[in-house]
Nanobody, 116 residues
Framework: QVQLVESGGGLVQAGGSLRLSCVVS????????MGWFRQAPGKEREFVAS????????SYAGSVKGRFTVSRDNAKNTMYLQMNSLKPEDTAVYYC?????????WGQGTQVTVSP
């Protein structure tokens, strides 16, 4: 079973920054694309950003493009999401998973709260 552990969330004011981490372990391959997702209360889980194995191909949702940067360190089995210029609408629980075709298993996520 694949294990996904997100961390780095917190409470920040609008305009602030956070860096999230996702550690992947278990039955998985290193040459796999990964992505970040988020879900706010009462809303559907949505795509945020993705990165391929080499880190050379990245994709972002239009709402975060230019503010967020996704990266990965395969030696550490870790993916990161640097979030700058945070907005209140970024408030959500952030999850990581395979992208596309996420694993059936989802981690607990990490809460990001941005105050006005």
């Amino acid at each position: 079973q694949v294990q996904l552990v997100e961390s780095g969330g917190g409470l920040v004011q609008a305009g602030g920054s956070l860096r999230l981490s996702c550690v992947v372990s278990g039955r998985t391959f290193s040459s796999i694309g990964m992505g970040w997702f988020r879900q706010a209360p009462g809303k559907e889980r949505e795509f945020v950003a993705s990165i391929n194995w080499s880190g050379g191909v990245r994709s972002y949702a239009g709402s975060v493009k230019g503010r967020f940067t996704v990266s990965r360190d395969n030696a550490k089995n870790t993916m990161y999401l640097q979030m700058n210029s945070l907005k209140p609408e970024d408030t959500a629980v952030y999850y990581c998973n395979r992208r596309p075709d996420p694993y059936d298993y989802w981690g607990q996520g990490t809460q990001v709260t941005v105050s006005p």
